[in-house]
């Protein structure tokens, strides 16, 4: 898991100017690299996970957008073991960002507007 994590770290650092088009999967899921030990333990997220959720939150600007971040949380939320979901269904709220679907792998993500 160490390298998984250094890994998602490295393609975060890379990913950190958000370009003025929506973030691509591998983005947002190497964005959520510094939430994971919030998302498998609990407790408070990182400044720099919410900073991430932020950022995400900020370039979904169409729909469109925001369908294609649904599609890319949901499927890091089944691709990472370990995940809580009652926690990853927190994470905005703890990160005081409004996302207008909820993080889960049950999530409907073409039902998002």
Same mark, same amino acid.
């Given at each position: 898991? %160490? @390298? /998984?994590?250094?890994?998602?770290?490295?393609?975060?650092?890379?990913?950190?100017?958000?370009?003025?088009?929506?973030?691509?999967? &591998?983005?947002?899921? @190497?964005?959520?690299? *510094?939430? $994971?030990?919030? $998302?498998?333990?609990?407790?408070?997220?990182?400044? @720099?996970?919410?900073? &991430?959720?932020?950022?995400?939150?900020?370039?979904?600007? /169409?729909?469109?957008?925001?369908?294609? %971040?649904?599609?890319?949380?949901? %499927?890091?939320?089944?691709?990472?073991?370990?995940?809580?979901?009652?926690?990853? %269904?927190?994470? *905005? !709220? &703890?990160?005081?960002?409004?996302? *207008?679907?909820?993080? !889960?792998? !049950?999530?409907?993500?073409? !039902?998002?507007?």
């Amino acid at each position: 898991m %160490a @390298g /998984t994590l250094a890994k998602l770290a490295c393609v975060l650092v890379m990913c950190m100017v958000v370009a003025e088009a929506a973030m691509t999967c &591998n983005q947002i899921q @190497g964005g959520m690299a *510094p939430c $994971l030990g919030y $998302l498998t333990k609990g407790g408070i997220p990182s400044a @720099g996970c919410c900073t &991430n959720l932020r950022n995400m939150v900020n370039s979904a600007r /169409t729909t469109a957008d925001r369908k294609n %971040a649904c599609k890319c949380l949901k %499927a890091a939320a089944a691709k990472f073991q370990g995940i809580n979901p009652t926690n990853a %269904a927190k994470l *905005p !709220s &703890n990160c005081k960002v409004n996302i *207008p679907y909820k993080i !889960s792998v !049950s999530t409907n993500c073409a !039902s998002v507007k």
